[in-house]
Each structure stands twice: as C-alpha cells, then as structure tokens.
C-alpha cells in the first residue's frame, strides 16, 4: 500500500526554467510533507518541509505547495540549475513522532 | 560538528548469516530511525529508536532488529539473510521523534547477499 505516490520518475528540464515535481498521499492523517534530495552515493538532505496548517512554504528558490483537499503537494525550483539534478523524494508524516512515508523518487536533469 | 556516520560502507554476506549495521548520529540528535531502501525504491522505514526504546516500528519482520545506546548511537542487526535484504540501508537521526522534525540522513550502508 503506497501512501506516498511520485508517479513521474523523471524529469527533464532546461537551464533556468522552473521544475515542478508532484506528489500525491492517501492518508488523510498526514500532516507534516518533506521534501529531500540524493545525490549518487549520498543519503537524502533535507530540503523543506510545509505543515497542513499552510498551503505554501518558499525557501529561495525552493516553493512547496499543499493541496490538502487534493491530497497533492509539489515541489518547484526556479530558477532550475544544473546542480539541482538529482532524485527528490517526497515524504510525508504525522505530527506526534509516527514514521516517515517516502514515495519512490523522481530523478530531475536539469541541461545547461 | 559531524554529520551522521554509518559503517560499515559496503558488505557482502551470504544467505542465511547475521549482519550488524551501526550508526552514529549528528551531535545533539536523539533519535534514529533504520530505513531500507531497495534499488529504484524510496527509503521504507524499518524502524525508530527514541530514549534507547523501539518507538515506531515498520512493516518487516522479527529478523530485523536494533538496539539504542545511552550516547545515542545505534545498531541495527539482520538475521538470516535472504536474498532480498539486498539493498541500501540508511540511518537518519533527529533531534526530538521524527514525524515532527527533519531527519538527516547518513550516507548509508550498501548489504548485497548471496
């Protein structure tokens, strides 16, 4: 039973334009989403977070949108550079120290 | 200040043997958490440590188990190997239950199993 969902397991994008990874979840109990980074012979980094209680989040380049009613968050970076080529796994928990659910990862290529 | 360290990097065992995984976590952090993640796959959570106690525990069997030392660190142990434990294991630690915080994750430990 996949509760966190990536369906698209590649992405390729541009030098400069925006890359938008999706996510989809089933359990309506979740209310804490992640968002990590892996590069080859690395663990994941964190990237950002958002809370059920927001419907967007922005760090810099990085804006993570939350649609509750959905079920569906996405991840946009803009503008895309060459160093953000790597997998992006969504994850997804419930506040009160429940696990972490990862969805299967999206492999982003952004080309210069 | 180091992050999360794992040993070792890689190892090879065969079917039906006992591994040992350790962990030691980002200084400040108190809990660990053991994810498996299998080639093309996601990390599945396996299993979290909170105050040297198994807190949360994910779908795998009893072969899989793990200890908390009072400094924090962890090991996570696997009994009789199957083919299919074949995969990457990885350590996260937080400070506080995950679930409510960020984790930061070692670079992991690569099991093959033949």
């Known amino acids: 039973d996949q509760q966190v969902k990536q369906n698209s397991p590649s992405l390729s994008v541009q030098e400069g334009r925006i890359s938008i990874l999706n996510c989809d979840y089933t359990?309506?109990?979740?209310?804490?989403f992640l968002w990590y980074k892996k590069y080859p012979a690395e663990g994941p980094t964190f990237l950002i977070s958002?809370?059920?209680?927001?419907d967007k989040n922005e760090d810099g380049r990085f804006t993570v949108f939350l649609n509750k009613s959905a079920k569906h968050l996405s991840l946009h970076i803009v503008p895309s550079q060459p160093g953000d080529s790597a997998v992006y796994f969504c994850a997804a928990s419930q506040t009160g120290g429940f696990k972490t659910i990862f969805g299967a990862g999206t492999r982003l290529f952004v080309k210069a | 200040d180091a992050g999360v360290t794992q040993s070792p990097t890689h190892l090879i065992k065969t079917r039906g043997q006992q591994v040992t995984l350790r962990c030691s976590p980002k200084s400040g952090h108190d809990t660990v958490s053991w994810y498996q993640q299998a080639l093309g796959q996601g990390p599945q959570f396996i299993f979290q440590y909170y105050e040297e106690e198994e807190r949360q525990r994910g779908n795998f069997p009893d072969r899989f188990s793990g200890h908390q030392f009072p400094n924090y660190s962890s090991e996570l142990n696997v009994n009789a190997l199957l083919l299919g434990d074949s995969a990457l294991y990885l350590c996260?630690?937080?400070?506080?239950?995950?679930?409510?915080?960020?984790?930061?994750f070692g670079p992991g430990t690569r099991l093959t199993v033949t």
């Open positions: 958002i809370s059920s209680i927001k």
């Open positions: 359990n309506s109990m979740f209310d804490y």
């Open positions: 996260a630690s937080s400070k506080g239950l995950a679930g409510d915080y960020e984790q930061y």
